[in-house]
């Protein structure tokens, strides 16, 4: 329907030809020409007003800007038949009267300037605000180097010098658009200036043969050369009518990278600008004050507007910034609170499994006990031997739950890695098949580290057997140890990290090796690429957790098919220390006839641990409730030379009991026995100076052991 009406507005064309044919009088012709030349010009308008109003974002405002400049053409025309064809008298050739003109320039160089960017109308308005300086400068020039100097030479040049410039300005514009049309940054920019260059092109030739006729063959508004400010806006108002919003999404357009040296120019130049503009209108002061100052207040008000858009944009991007940072946080948090909570249901899944088959032999042999009680001595005590089988290995799977929670005792002291390797190099042979060579690489002069000894050796273990694990046909196993230097670009590229000397024990193998999927997964409790029964899933677990809580880092790096290389970084303690031959320790005598106080909130660990001191010879008085401490301790009468306690109690913590003991019996001696402690008795988990403990689960030979030491070498709990 629209394209019939813009092809009905060539009407307007057919009666400007027959009013040149028809009528007679010059001043009627004049009249019909500019009446149907203001109307071609407001159907260009309605109908970019058209296409503005179909459209979207940047065509939108593309269309919009049209409408506007040829609602100012029209309004200018308008102004040109007023004088001509009402008052008689010739249009007044100075500054302002080209202001319209320049109204219908300002709002086509600024559609040339849109682009596909950040702002969805395509509209930049601290560009726009350049465009405004620029074109003051442009205008102050002209009015001092052209129109002053036209005018002292005479009205012919005037309108000479007002021709030739408007004419440049439409064959610039014609080439600017041509030039987007091919090379612009979109495909829709390139669209709708491909339009635009055909209206430029036909509207720049048609007006220099108008302007040349007016200007040197004195032609009228009423003779057949003002048909070329007729046929460029019915060219204009079909290229608006026929324009369709695309239906695809327009391509992305990459953003421009920040480049500091263009940022410098444009602020120098954003700078120079105002100056420019405050030089010139000094100059055309002495000839229109109101040009000066109007043009100075401009650049000032377009300078002061341009700062405040950019710290506007500042700041706005700084409030995007922090919300997309605060996005990431949560969705980060999602993320790692997502993976806990299969790590925690792998975990579970696999304790769940192991102390069930723990819990399934106990509970057999324990039942065929009581069912046999006449069994033959074998019998019973192949049961109970499997009963303390099954035991042990509930034991060890907590123990290596609680250092892969970095919640196990550590008893560190200053050790020497090589002299550690050197200690279990026979038992690691052990675990090797003979189709794997251990090559060993010890650092000579390798720094001290502080350590519990035995964690590092279990360390060292479960490094080696996954390393023979990876290599079922064999290959070769490297034990290697370094003093590195981790610096600050590696703390910050690895999380927990501390720059500074450490000492490096790596393990490396040349076996089947790990994608990047495994290695995301390898310190996971329980996650497990080997066969069913073949591994537990807490070796690599466990490691993690005793290096962290030693105060160290591990990394891993493996390539599929090329092996793997485990490297443990321990932070240094001090210089070299050379391996000392260990003595053999005496072991201490298991009875004795001194007085013990156990306090023991669980009744079961309570009766075991008094009938295995009552067997040693002990006397033993028991704490049922931990509150009756001092009242017990009172009415005994007698000397008390030890308590044993949990650390962890309902009623009251085992530190706290020992306080309240102490003052009654200051010299009692105190040994702790827990199977998980809290920051009561240990501090990163490690034991607090001149604390005795005992580790549950405990044998009766463990704890009547440690009960003898804390007797004999009176270890006693700090007030």
Request: hydrophobic share 45%.
């Amino acid at each position: 329907m629209r394209r019939r009406i813009a092809r009905a507005a060539w009407l307007l064309l057919a009666l400007q030809i027959g009013a040149f044919l028809l009528l007679r009088s010059q001043e009627q012709r004049s009249l019909a020409s500019n009446v149907i030349q203001v109307l071609c010009c407001f159907t260009a308008a309605a109908f970019s007003f058209s296409a503005a109003w179909r459209s979207r974002d940047l065509a939108r405002t593309f269309w919009g800007l049209f409408f506007l400049a040829f609602l100012a053409y029209g309004t200018s025309d308008i102004v040109w038949t007023y004088y001509e064809n009402w008052l008689h008298a010739t249009v007044p050739s100075s500054p302002i009267s080209q202001f319209l003109y320049l109204c219908y320039d300002a709002p086509i160089v600024m559609a040339l300037f849109l682009r596909e960017g950040e702002d969805p109308s395509g509209l930049d308005w601290q560009r726009s605000l350049d465009f405004v300086q620029m074109l003051l400068v442009a205008f102050l020039l002209y009015y001092d180097f052209l129109f002053l100097r036209a005018v002292e030479a005479g009205p012919h040049s005037l309108d000479v010098m007002e021709q030739v410039t408007t004419n440049a300005v439409n064959f610039i514009l014609a080439g600017a658009f041509l030039a987007r049309s091919y090379w612009g940054r979109g495909s829709l920019v390139r669209s709708l200036s491909r339009r635009m260059a055909v209206y430029f092109v036909v509207y720049a030739f048609a007006a220099s043969v108008g302007d040349y006729a007016l200007t040197f063959i004195k032609t009228n508004s009423g003779s057949w050369t003002s048909l070329a400010w007729t046929v460029p806006f019915l060219v204009a108002t079909m290229l608006a009518a026929g324009y369709e919003e695309p239906e695809e999404h327009p391509e992305e357009v990459a953003p421009v990278d920040w480049n500091e040296r263009r940022f410098l120019w444009k602020s120098i130049g954003l700078a120079i600008v105002p100056l420019s503009v405050w030089a010139l209108a000094l100059r055309a002061g002495n000839h229109d004050r109101i040009i000066a100052y109007g043009s100075v207040i401009v650049s000032l008000a377009c300078y002061g507007a341009h700062l405040t858009i950019s710290q506007h944009r500042k700041q706005r991007s700084v409030l995007a910034l922090r919300a997309s940072e605060e996005r990431y946080r949560l969705l980060f948090q999602q993320l790692v609170q997502a993976e806990k909570m299969q790590a925690i249901g792998r975990l579970a899944g696999g304790v769940a499994h192991d102390f069930n088959n723990v819990l399934t032999i106990i509970m057999g042999y324990a039942q065929q006990l009581i069912d046999f009680p006449d069994a033959k001595p074998d019998v019973v005590q192949n049961n109970a031997g499997q009963i303390i089988t099954a035991s042990n290995r509930a034991a060890a799977l907590t123990r290596q739950l609680l250092a892969f929670g970095r919640k196990q005792v550590l008893q560190p002291s200053i050790v020497n890695l090589n002299a550690i390797i050197v200690d279990v190099d026979k038992m690691l042979r052990r675990l090797i098949s003979e189709n794997v060579e251990i090559v060993t690489r010890p650092a000579p002069k390798l720094g001290a580290i502080k350590a519990d000894p035995g964690q590092i050796e279990q360390v060292l273990l479960n490094l080696v057997i996954n390393a023979r694990d990876a290599m079922p046909t064999g290959g070769t196993l490297t034990l290697e140890t370094a003093n590195v230097e981790l610096d600050q670009a590696y703390a910050d590229e690895h999380a927990g990290v501390r720059p500074g000397p450490h000492v490096m024990l790596a393990v490396s193998d040349t076996g089947v090796g790990m994608g990047a999927e495994t290695q995301a997964h390898i310190f996971e409790p329980f996650f497990t690429t080997k066969e069913t029964g073949k591994g537990s899933g807490l070796g690599l677990a466990t490691v993690y957790g005793v290096v962290q809580q030693s105060g160290g880092h591990i990394s891993v790096y493996s390539e599929p098919g090329r092996g793997s290389t485990f490297k443990v970084y321990l932070p240094r303690a001090g210089d070299v220390i050379e391996p000392q031959a260990v003595s053999p320790v005496q072991q201490p005598a298991m009875r004795g006839k001194e007085t013990i106080l156990v306090a023991e909130d669980d009744e079961q660990v309570r009766d075991l641990a008094v009938a295995i001191l009552k067997a040693c010879g002990y006397m033993v008085l028991e704490l049922e409730h931990a509150n009756d401490a001092e009242r017990v301790c009172e009415h005994h009468g007698g000397e008390i030379d030890l308590l044993l306690t949990d650390v962890v109690m309902r009623e009251v913590s085992g530190p706290e009991l020992a306080r309240r003991v102490q003052k009654v019996l200051p010299e009692i001696r105190v040994l702790f026995m827990s199977g998980y402690t809290d920051s009561a008795i240990v501090h990163q988990g490690v034991l607090d100076p001149g604390i005795a403990f005992l580790p549950k689960p405990f044998t009766p030979a463990t704890l009547a052991g440690r009960v003898r030491q804390v007797l004999d070498k009176e270890v006693r709990v700090s007030s």
